[in-house]
């Protein structure tokens, strides 16, 4: 399979190394929007997991920016990240390669987590925690809409 048929669920994958909620708060957004992914969608399906995604995204970024947020490669970040790059990134692949989506989605997310959280220390460094937070939220979020906006459908 060419590498530009999984092209969406590796740039999921990239969303997720910075917010490992967004691509699940922008599957549900598409979802509330009637847009259907390639690859299955089970859980967003339901209201429960489709408000949740949504609470979670919106939860997440207002975290980031306290003092106390730990930071994106610990367990449970780099844990987050798996699970929502691989839940994403398999609705996004082509029906029938659900499975190579979610391997490229989380081959994606780990390791560039390490080098989004380098990026965002030497922003911080430069301009605060809460500006280079709300730079970052507004970088993510957009390539996070897009992807799932350009891999989805009607």
Do not use: C, W
Not at 61 to 75: E, H, S
């Amino acid at each position: 399979m060419a590498i530009r048929n999984l092209l969406s669920s590796i740039l999921i994958g990239a969303v997720a190394s910075a917010r490992s909620m967004t691509p699940m708060a922008a599957l549900a957004t598409a979802r509330l929007a009637h847009r259907g992914t390639p690859g299955k969608l089970v859980l967003l399906d339901r209201p429960l997991f489709k408000f949740g995604a949504l609470a979670m995204g919106a939860g997440e970024l207002l975290g980031d920016k306290m003092k106390t947020a730990p930071d994106r490669t610990v367990f449970l970040g780099l844990l987050a990240r798996t699970l929502s790059a691989g839940i994403a990134g398999s609705a996004l692949a082509p029906h029938g390669r659900e499975r190579e989506g979610a391997v490229a989605a989380v081959a994606t997310a780990v390791p560039l987590a390490y080098l989004t959280l380098a990026a965002r220390k030497r922003a911080m460094a430069k301009v605060g925690q809460t500006r280079s937070g709300l730079v970052e939220d507004a970088l993510v979020l957009a390539a996070g809409a897009a992807v799932v906006a350009l891999a989805t459908r009607r």
